[in-house]
């Protein structure tokens, strides 16, 4: 697998930037995000993405894939077609999409894969770059942090839902968190919560009125943190809740104290560095890199207000 750099890359990008003024697009991307233009998570992912293709001269398109494989596999099948030069890609599933991706790289396009990945990395895809958090790592963080600050023990019993639990972020943020717990004998329930808001809430506030033993509640992504604080208060018990990402909801609620905690990914960025790199790979030869944009994402009431004016744009 290549290096992950953090800070370094950053630096790195952000001098070239001062230095580069907005050029000509003479660079051809397509970025596929695998949800539909509704999910305001990737607001700051497109503006990112469009920053770059400014800066870079690139000749940028965004498709969303609306949760469907099959389109995914589609749009990345027609940009291969098309001849571009790269191609930014939420890698939802860690099999759906080899192939398609594996034929735009011997295709000689550049494949950079953000905010999801392969299970496996580099080994089970052949994208040639990832930018996003290591989502297991920080399920597993927040577990932990979790676990310390409320005393979970040996026996107890908490609530995990998940959006779409067969997603790859599911999957790596859920076996955080499940990781953690089972190194101290706690059991760890979840359901599907799906995508839409309010269906999501009334799933995991019935759950919690069925299951009075649960002692704490992890979201999974945006959705089910988002909607976590109004759950627990439909279900009238209270937990300890923390979660995922960014939102008003999700920092007005870490702000008031009914959220613990949410683990930023820095979305903004998993726009920005696909797009960059893509141009600087056309441009200059230079091999794409992984880049971790979940470093320091931990959030919680003395943090969140930092961020909170720049929820929706660069976070």
């Known amino acids: 697998m290549k290096g992950r750099f953090g800070t370094g890359v950053a630096t790195a990008l952000a001098a070239l930037l001062m230095t580069t003024a907005a050029q000509a697009a003479d660079v051809k991307a397509t970025m596929i995000i695998y949800l539909d233009p509704s999910v305001q998570f990737f607001n700051p992912v497109v503006k990112g993405a469009q920053d770059a293709a400014a800066q870079f001269g690139v000749d940028l398109d965004v498709q969303y894939a609306n949760n469907d494989p099959l389109r995914q596999n589609d749009l990345i099948e027609a940009a291969t077609a098309a001849g571009v030069d790269g191609i930014a890609v939420s890698i939802s599933s860690s099999d759906a999409f080899d192939k398609s991706i594996c034929d735009a790289v011997e295709a000689g396009i550049v494949v950079i894969g953000f905010n999801n990945d392969d299970l496996e990395g580099a080994k089970g895809n052949c994208r040639q770059a990832y930018v996003g958090m290591n989502e297991f790592a920080s399920g597993y963080e927040l577990g932990n942090r979790m676990i310390e600050q409320f005393g979970l023990k040996e026996g107890d019993v908490v609530f995990n839902p998940r959006e779409i639990p067969e997603a790859s972020f599911a999957v790596a943020r859920g076996g955080g968190i499940e990781k953690a717990m089972s190194e101290k004998g706690i059991k760890v329930e979840t359901v599907r919560a799906g995508l839409d808001l309010a269906e999501a809430q009334n799933i995991m506030a019935q759950f919690l009125i069925a299951n009075k033993d649960v002692k704490a509640v992890f979201g999974t992504g945006s959705v089910t943190s988002t909607v976590g604080a109004g759950a627990i208060a439909d279900a009238g018990v209270q937990?300890?809740?923390?979660?995922?990402?960014?939102?008003?909801?999700?920092?007005?609620?870490?702000?008031?104290?009914?959220?613990?905690?949410?683990?930023?990914?820095?979305?903004?960025?998993?726009?920005?560095?696909?797009?960059?790199?893509?141009?600087?790979?056309?441009?200059?030869?230079?091999?794409?890199?992984?880049?971790?944009?979940?470093?320091?994402?931990?959030?919680?009431?003395?943090?969140?207000?930092t961020v909170t004016p720049l929820i929706g744009t660069y976070r």
């Open 239 to 305: 937990v300890p809740f923390g979660g995922f990402d960014l939102a008003v909801e999700i920092a007005d609620a870490v702000s008031s104290g009914t959220m613990f905690a949410t683990m930023d990914q820095q979305p903004y960025l998993q726009g920005f560095y696909p797009i960059a790199q893509i141009a600087m790979a056309k441009k200059y030869g230079l091999t794409p890199t992984d880049v971790d944009t979940g470093q320091g994402a931990f959030l919680d009431k003395e943090r969140i207000g």
